[in-house]
């Protein structure tokens, strides 16, 4: 949406290649599993130095919660890494704190389909919690099934009738994914349940 140039490393995922790729195109928002960040962190570590980068890089990292060390001495190399999270129905990504919040994702804007500027849901997708049929309070501790809509998000799976389950009545999309959401907007999965 924003018409900014994509920069894609092909099967060349190693931290070299990738650290190479990234300081010849002036890459300064890159996405990564925790391992491809590890293979970046032992190159930058090995070889402190080498790639002249830019300033100040934002470093995504969805598959898995990354390892706060992991964070913290990437951060040193001036890569600032997010947590995101998203699923094949739905390419919704949301950001992890730097703070306490570490391992909590998200800062979805209350009562809006505008994401924020700085993480949360992409434009006009919304996400909320529910527990026993009703919207869940976002008090941080309620744990109920997350849940998302919008334009970019799958209505249905194809020739599958029998996955209809999947919808709410009022057309939002249940991720299976367990979570609690707090008086900020930030969102802590805590398990997973096909309740569906």
């Known amino acids: 949406m924003l018409g ?12 070299e290649n990738l650290l ?9 928002k890159a996405c990564g599993v ?3 960040w590890a293979g970046v962190l032992a190159e930058l570590e ?13 470093g995504h990292c969805g598959g898995s919660a990354p390892p ?6 990437l951060d040193r190399f001036g890569i600032e890494i997010k947590h995101l999270w998203g699923m094949t129905e739905r390419r919704l990504w949301v950001r992890a704190a730097r703070s306490s919040r570490i391992c909590w ?21 919304e996400v909320r919690i529910v527990k026993d049929g009703a919207v869940a309070p976002w008090d941080g501790e309620t ?15 194809y020739d599958a009738p029998d ?10 999309f249940r991720t299976g994914d367990i979570a609690t959401l707090d008086a900020e907007g930030y969102i802590r999965l805590v398990d997973r349940a096909r309740t569906w």
């Open 68 to 73: 706060l060390e992991m964070i913290r001495r």
């Open 20 to 28: 190479n790729l990234m300081e010849q195109e002036k890459v300064n």
């Open 4 to 15: 900014t140039k994509q920069v894609l490393p092909g099967p060349h995922l190693d931290g």
């Open 143 to 157: 744990p109920g099934e997350l849940e998302v809509r919008g334009p970019w998000v799958a209505g249905s799976y």
């Open 34 to 36: 925790p391992t491809v």
């Open 163 to 172: 996955q209809a389950k999947r919808w709410s009545e009022d057309g939002w």
């Open 105 to 125: 994702i998200g800062r979805p804007r209350k009562n809006t389909k505008c994401a924020p500027n700085r993480g949360g849901p992409p434009p006009f997708v």
């Open 46 to 58: 090995k070889n402190p130095g080498r790639w002249k980068l830019p300033p100040h890089i934002f």
